[in-house]
Nanobody, 134 residues
Framework: QVHLVESGGGLVQAGASLRLSCAASGRTFSGDFLGWFRQAPGKEREFVAA????????YYADSVQGRFTISRDNAKNTVHLQMNSLKPEDTAIYYC???????????????????????????WGQGTQVTVSS
């Protein structure tokens, strides 16, 4: 069982940067696929970014492409989300999540962009609030 804890959220002005971190405990997640999602008030949880087990491939939502960067440090069991040029519409609770594709009971759903589906992730952090003022 993997336990995730996010940190790094806060209140910033538009145009500023934040770096979110997600630390894992319980077991190593070095072989797991990891993602970041966010949920704004009154909205559904949405995909932000994802990264393969070795960092060889990364994926972004169109809304954050070019502004956010996902990275991971398997030696430290951490995943990060560098957020630049923040906008008020980035305001949300940000969650990290993961899945062990080798051991999951069923194949992820959603075809080639399965990583965008929150239902395909097996463990989640509690979230960290990001608020961007205009």
């Amino acid at each position: 069982q993997v336990h995730l804890v996010e940190s790094g959220g806060g209140l910033v002005q538009a145009g500023a940067s934040l770096r979110l971190s997600c630390a894992a405990s319980g077991r190593t997640f070095s072989g797991d696929f990891l993602g970041w999602f966010r949920q704004a008030p009154g909205k559904e949880r949405e995909f932000v970014a994802a990264i393969t087990w070795n960092g060889g491939s990364v994926y972004y939502a169109d809304s954050v492409q070019g502004r956010f960067t996902i990275s991971r440090d398997n030696a430290k069991n951490t995943v990060h989300l560098q957020m630049n040029s923040l906008k008020p519409e980035d305001t949300a609770i940000y969650y990290c999540a993961g899945t062990d594709l080798q051991s999951r009971a069923s194949r992820p759903k959603g075809g080639s962009t399965w990583y965008e589906g929150s239902q395909n992730y097996d463990y989640w952090g509690q979230g960290t609030q990001v608020t961007v003022s205009s």
